[in-house]
């Protein structure tokens, strides 16, 4: 299953040249790195990113991210995806801007 991180341009650029992250200032404050599905990543966007120009949307398979990915609860009761270590760029599976027209992100199709 992929499951989807959303950073800021400077975010992608970081984990791009160093290779790993322990993910963006919420991620380190709160102690695990935010992912959301595919059902979740527009709310998230919305949210969390509402105007924000230049995101990346990174995406991650779940059985390549082992024990350290934990499903909790958050957000609606639903059941959110956290990763409890640095995320690594040779995990990445796809990377692809998501731009943002008349105030909404635009996903790509099919990222499901």
């Not at 990113?49 to 990915?69: C, Y």
């Amino acid at each position: 299953m992929l499951i989807y991180k959303i950073f800021r341009a400077d975010e992608w650029a970081a984990f791009d040249s160093q290779g790993e992250t322990l993910g963006a200032a919420i991620d380190l404050s709160d102690g695990f790195i935010h992912f959301s599905t595919a059902e979740q990543a527009a709310e998230t966007a919305a949210k969390h990113f509402a105007g924000v120009q230049g995101l990346m949307l990174l995406a991650f398979e779940t059985d390549r991210l082992g024990e350290a990915l934990e499903w909790e609860v958050s957000r609606g009761d639903a059941l959110f995806p956290h990763l409890y270590r640095a995320l690594k760029r040779s995990e990445l599976i796809w990377v692809k801007p998501l731009p943002l027209v008349d105030g909404v992100h635009q996903f790509p199709a099919g990222m499901a």
